[in-house]
RNA sequence: CGGGAUGUAGCGUAGUCCGGUCAUCGCGCCUGGUUUGGGACCAGGAGGUCGCAAGUUCGAAUCUUGCCAUCCCGACCA
């Protein structure tokens, strides 16, 4: 466990890829570039999924399932999607094996068994959705027409890694049809505050909220909105994506309303998802070199209590007052674990539940029984206290509104102090090799300078920041004009 | 896909240059006993196609070739 972490500060991928795979969050597969997602990082993935997906229903949309195939005839029909996914797709050619007469035991690919036409295993689903909605959409009446599905999709990535990149990876995608183009574009703007809210108030992450650059925009969209996160390393991570897709679905794929005036006109679109890579940015964010720390509303469970006792006399003395105070936990909510193995001692278990971020621990010996008191710990601070057991709900869901509030708080210090101006080139150089972090900086507003400078520093435009200040200045590259700041940052 | 590194028991490793007496050690695992308020101890035990496949050789963990996987650096990317 963490006398084996290596600290962030030697290696810090590797404590990344430490934590994920000793915390048993996941671990590599038989499958290149594919994860397993263990029991507890899946639950973790749950616990997002739930909260997400009730805020979805709130805000007016509901789930359906497309399929997993999308014909090649209608992948490329929208051009600029087609091209831009087309280098990382997986691609079925075949539906059946047979026997291989020149090895037996072996299967091959059976030559008769080929596809009249290629399916492509869904990188996105726009187009198989789009498709759909051209049959289920004649009328203003049919409008919006909000959807969103839980899915995985396929990437064929180069380089993978845990969470923050795998070939395979799990989201969700929501694809809305609207019948203005201003409905369309509150959808946007909607469902990023919808991610931006699931992301500091569960995941305890703050998030820039911006605007992509023509660069960096989803392949498709006429404009690409997001949620940016900074990581311990002074990386950024693009935490969530919303897509203003004009009309350019509609008219690929023909979709079609009649108004209220009885003409025909193109519907306008949005899609807009968050991945498992989330997980990898809540690992990143509150982790420290003592393992994985998990805030309170994400933990699978949030207070496990761990026992304290000699003879078996003291073992059912402190079962049946933690299983007592297990009930009272539940009864306010909290989930709560009673590790009751017999298997191993108490301090391997304080270890353990350390290193997997359960954000509260609190142990019960006989002398706690006697006394009508239990040792807590936060997994946060580290700090333990030893508290009286009358009112210990209230305390403890108090302790856990704290917890939340710290992370947060202290993942926004290290940002804010990792956000600096730069106003000239070498400043702007200094800044990335020195520290890292979010850069903000005058840009000409030109593709090719933006494209010259990510080449230079590896440093790209994250966002242009919604509600950005208006600033004359000039750009850090070129020296033209420039009249708002932009926000740099090397990325995953 | 380009550059670099690695692959030996569940994990981490020694051995590879220089082929044979070589499958090493620690953790973990199993059994028994003593233990239990921060990662227990003693004794005994089990566990291996040395990544996979061909080749060279009397003989391959060791040499050759191909493939696969992982990690790091690029290109690509949520």
């Not at 963490?2 to 600290?7: A, E, I, Y």
């Not at 690409?224 to 994506?241: R, V």
């Amino acid at each position: 466990m963490s006398k084996d972490l290596v600290t962030r500060e030697a290696n810090y991928s590797q404590w990344y890829n430490d934590i994920v795979t000793k915390a048993d969050l996941a671990e590599n597969s038989a499958v290149r570039g594919c994860m397993v997602i263990k029991p507890y990082g899946y639950a973790i993935w749950e616990k997002m999924q739930q909260a997400l997906d009730k805020m979805f229903k709130e805000t007016g949309h509901v789930n359906a399932y497309f399929p997993l195939f999308v014909p090649k005839s209608l992948f490329e029909a929208e051009e600029k999607n087609a091209e831009g996914f087309a280098k990382e797709c997986a691609i079925v050619t075949h539906y059946r094996l047979k026997n291989d007469p020149d090895k037996p035991g072996k299967l091959m690919v059976d030559p008769h068994a080929k596809l009249e036409e290629e399916l492509i295993v869904r990188p996105t689903s726009e187009a198989i959705i789009w498709s759909t909605y051209k049959g289920w959409i004649q009328s203003y009446r049919d409008l919006p027409l909000l959807i969103n599905q839980w899915a995985n999709v396929v990437r064929w990535e180069m380089r993978t890694r845990l969470f923050l990149r795998t070939a395979e990876f799990l989201w969700q995608e929501g694809h809305t049809a609207h019948s203005s183009e201003k409905e369309a574009i509150e959808e946007t703007e909607r469902m990023l505050e919808v991610y931006a809210d699931f992301a500091e108030n569960f995941m305890a992450i703050p998030v820039l909220k911006g605007v992509k650059t023509e660069n960096e925009r989803f392949a498709g969209a006429v404009n690409t909105y997001c949620i940016e996160a900074l990581m311990q390393d002074g990386k950024a991570l693009q935490a969530g994506t919303s897509h203003f897709l004009g009309q350019n679905f509609a008219h690929a794929f023909d979709v079609k309303f009649a108004n209220k005036e009885g003409k025909l006109e193109h519907v306008w679109g949005t899609s807009w998802g968050v991945s498992t890579r989330l997980m990898g940015a809540l690992i990143m964010s509150h982790s420290d070199d003592k393992g994985l720390v998990l805030p309170p509303k994400l933990a699978p469970f949030q207070v496990v209590i761990v026992p304290i006792y000699r003879t078996d006399e003291e073992q059912s003395l402190v079962s049946s007052k933690s299983l007592e105070i297990k009930k009272e936990l539940e009864k306010v909510g909290v989930s709560v674990k009673f590790d009751n193995r017999d298997t191993h001692k108490p301090g391997f278990k304080f270890a353990e539940h350390e290193f997997k971020g359960v954000p509260l621990r609190i142990a019960i010996g006989p002398r706690d029984v006697e006394n009508g008191t239990v040792e807590v710990a936060r997994r946060d601070t580290l700090e333990k206290s030893t508290l009286l057991t009358s009112d210990l709900s209230v305390k403890i869901v108090h302790l856990l509104e704290q917890i939340q509030q710290n992370l947060y708080d202290k993942a926004l210090d290290f940002r804010t102090n990792n956000t600096h101006k730069a106003d000239t080139w070498e400043e702007f150089q200094r800044l990335l090799d020195d520290k890292g972090g979010f850069i903000s900086a005058h840009w000409d507003g030109t593709p090719e300078t933006e494209e010259k400078i990510k080449e230079l520093t590896k440093a790209a435009i994250r966002c242009i920041p919604l509600n950005n200040n208006k600033e004359q200045g000039k750009c850090i590259f070129s020296g033209n004009p420039s009249n708002e700041r932009v926000i740099f940052a090397r990325a995953y």
